[in-house]
T-cell receptor
Framework: GAVVSQHPSRVICKSGTSVKIECRSLDFQATTMFWYRQFPKKSLMLMATSNEGSKATYEQGVEKDKFLINHASLTLSTLTVTSAHPEDSSFYIC??????????????FGNGTRLTVT | AQSVAQPEDQVNVAEGNPLTVKCTYSVSGNPYLFWYVQYPNRGLQFLLKYITGDNLVKGSYGFEAEFNKSQTSFHLKKPSALVSDSALYFCAVRVPDFGSSNTGKLIFGQGTTLQVKP
């Protein structure tokens, strides 16, 4: 089945530094990847839609200069949290959909990245 | 606006008993509906989907869900719960794509914690 690899699984960084999270589709091509943030109360918030070769589409309220998304190839999207602060501590999850298959295909999710900013 | 509601924060069942996790939706147009499961500190795993056709959809691990258009519901069910089914369950809806880009965001419910006791 389709596998999405997300790295790192855990990262601890100091306030003010930047952190990059990678999301790779291992056995399929993904023209579109989605980045979610999961809060302690469980809910998943869509942050942005990442399109290969073009700019990401950010959801309302998400700072694009703070959460930089790059989708340079059909198998890799990266999320960089710039100048991280403790309030950015969260669980970040990426997901990808296989290239157009004619019917709505399910999203495949990475295992998430637990970011802790001290 | 599209939305998904999971009215129960937690569902408790005894092992061997049937389980139901509720989901209702509000979308314009025909909905594409999904259920995902999340284990601690992991990404989401796809369980099943409804696109069209039979209202009763069978998915992974013995789960099934029933699409009810008149009640705008898509409840997740399993005839006999296992302790290993204990996890966080998300219902999601995707508005159909009309272009060839095959993007389409998933809107998630708040999540329901399923606790199966031996």
């Amino acid at each position: 089945g389709a596998v999405v690899s997300q790295h790192p699984s855990r990262v601890i960084c100091k306030s003010g530094t930047s952190v990059k999270i990678e999301c790779r589709s291992l056995d399929f091509q993904a023209t579109t990847m989605f980045w979610y943030r999961q809060f302690p109360k469980k809910s998943l918030m869509l942050m942005a839609t990442s399109n290969e070769g073009s700019k990401a589409t950010y959801e309302q309220g998400v700072e694009k200069d703070k959460f930089l998304i790059n989708h340079a190839s059909l198998t890799l999207s990266t999320l960089t949290v710039t100048s991280a602060h403790p309030e950015d501590s969260s669980f970040y999850i990426c997901s990808a959909r296989e290239f157009f298959k004619g019917v709505p295909s399910p999203l495949h999710f990475g295992n998430g990245t637990r970011l802790t900013v001290t | 606006a599209q939305s998904v509601a999971q009215p129960e924060d937690q569902v408790n069942v005894a092992e061997g008993n049937p389980l139901t996790v509720k989901c209702t939706y509000s979308v314009s147009g025909n909905p594409y509906l999904f259920w995902y499961v999340q284990y601690p500190n992991r990404g989401l795993q796809f369980l099943l989907k409804y696109i069209t056709g039979d209202n009763l959809v069978k998915g992974s691990y013995g789960f099934e869900a029933e699409f009810n258009k008149s009640q705008t519901s898509f409840h997740l069910k399993k005839p006999s719960a296992l302790v290993s089914d204990s996890a966080l369950y998300f219902c999601a809806v995707r508005v159909p794509d009309f272009g060839s880009s095959n993007t389409g965001k998933l809107i998630f419910g708040q999540g329901t914690t399923l606790q199966v006791k031996p």
